[in-house]
Nanobody, 123 residues
Framework: VQLQASGGGFVQAGDSLRLSCADPRRTFSNNAVGWFRQASGKEREFVAAISWRGSPTQYADSMTGRFTVSRDNAKNTVYLQMNNLSPEDTAVYYC?????????????????WGQGTLVTVSS
């Protein structure tokens, strides 16, 4: 599985971004996919995850209501819609394919990781 995260960029506080995680080898349709982020000098943290059927989903508390994870298995792509961004959301965002089909919050439940995409939010 080779995951490709994209969609990051430089935005202002309050703006929105949509990240994409593509699997061009078309092999993660049976796996949950998670989004994690890592800010400079901090540990990687869970953001959101979606099960392979699209439900259930999981969100970190600070993202609930602002971020929405979705997937299109026909396109082998998972999305992370991020609204009302703040400077605290600045980080490199990673997508990962889980060992199993159900969304999980722990990094050790994820087998394959994509390269990150940088999100920078300016105040």
């Amino acid at each position: 599985v080779q995951l490709q995260a994209s969609g990051g960029g430089f935005v202002q506080a309050g703006d929105s971004l949509r990240l994409s995680c593509a699997d061009p080898r078309r092999t993660f349709s049976n796996n949950a996919v998670g989004w994690f982020r890592q800010a400079s000098g901090k540990e990687r943290e869970f953001v959101a995850a979606i099960s392979w059927r699209g439900s259930p989903t999981q969100y970190a508390d600070s993202m609930t209501g602002r971020f929405t994870v979705s997937r299109d298995n026909a396109k082998n792509t998972v999305y992370l819609q991020m609204n009302n961004l703040s400077p605290e959301d600045t980080a490199v965002y990673y997508c990962a394919a889980a060992y199993g089909p159900i969304a999980a919050t722990s990094t050790d439940r994820y087998r394959y990781w994509g390269q990150g995409t940088l999100v920078t939010v300016s105040s």
